[in-house]
């Protein structure tokens, strides 16, 4: 009986462990991946350190229990950012985005997290490539990069700036573009797309105006200069 009992018990771990991993076979894509990442998480980033762990934290942390956490924050992001987006661009592109994505969305924000966390390891690990990456960035944005993407016609829009939103014109331009709104989403970004320091200069013109036209006043009528009092 303690053998048999013994046996059930590994094939019950065993078949938990293959669920686990299969994840459940009515998984979705994204809720699979957000599973295996879970699991390499606890492999490679948590089981070395379960003793450290519960040390600090006064309870163990096993592999299910990464899994929730992983999962219950990219689910949380995800939700999160589709309603930005649907506050923010326009509705129509956001129901197809929403829709598309409806299946993966979690997955894809574990994938933006495994961008961020390699770009800190990065950071960490090679600071002189990430130092060049940083310098070509800003090289392709300066003036003279622009004026010669203009000239090879990178600028699809024709607005004198050669940016990511010329890829949307060009993708908005296609059939499968227009028909997934992204004409729509290029024509409301081109809109509302303005370089913070052009809003600052617009800042500075109108206060500029605003106390010149105060002074005037003030000569006018014969009053101090505000700009003279204590």
């Known amino acids: 009986a303690l053998f048999g009992g013994k046996k059930k018990v590994e094939e019950d771990a065993a078949a938990k ?6 994840g459940g076979g009515s998984s979705m ?4 991946l957000v599973v295996l990442a879970g699991q390499l998480v606890f492999k490679y980033g948590i089981e070395p350190y379960k003793w450290y ?9 096993d592999e299910e229990s990464t899994v929730l956490v992983l999962s219950t924050v990219c689910n949380v992001l995800y939700c999160l950012t589709i309603l930005f987006f649907f506050r923010v661009f326009p509705r129509n592109v956001m129901l197809v985005v929403g829709l598309l994505t ?3 969305g979690p997955a894809l924000v574990l994938v933006l997290l495994g961008l961020l966390g390699g770009a800190v390891a990065m950071m960490a690990l090679y600071p002189m490539m990430t130092v060049l990456c940083i310098w070509t960035f ?15 016609g990178l600028d699809i829009d024709g607005d004198g700036d050669v940016d990511w939103v010329d890829f949307l014109a060009y993708i908005g331009g296609t ?28 800042r500075f ?3 500029e105006k605003e ?20």
Not at 53 to 61: A, D, E, R, T
């Open 17 to 22: 462990e293959a669920a686990s991993k299969g």
């Open 29 to 32: 894509l994204g809720g699979g």
């Open 53 to 61: 762990i519960k040390l600090l934290m006064g309870y163990n942390v």
């Open 102 to 104: 409806a299946t993966i």
């Open 138 to 152: 800003f090289l392709l944005k300066s003036q003279l990069m622009q004026k010669l993407g203009i000239y090879l």
């Open 175 to 202: 059939r499968l573009g227009r028909w997934m709104g992204v004409d729509k989403l290029h024509a409301y970004l081109s809109e509302h797309k303005r370089d913070i320091l052009e809003e600052i200069n617009m």
């Open 205 to 207: 013109d109108r206060l």
């Open 211 to 230: 106390t010149i036209a105060r002074l005037e006043r003030a000569i006018e009528t014969g009053q101090k200069s505000p700009l003279k009092r204590r």
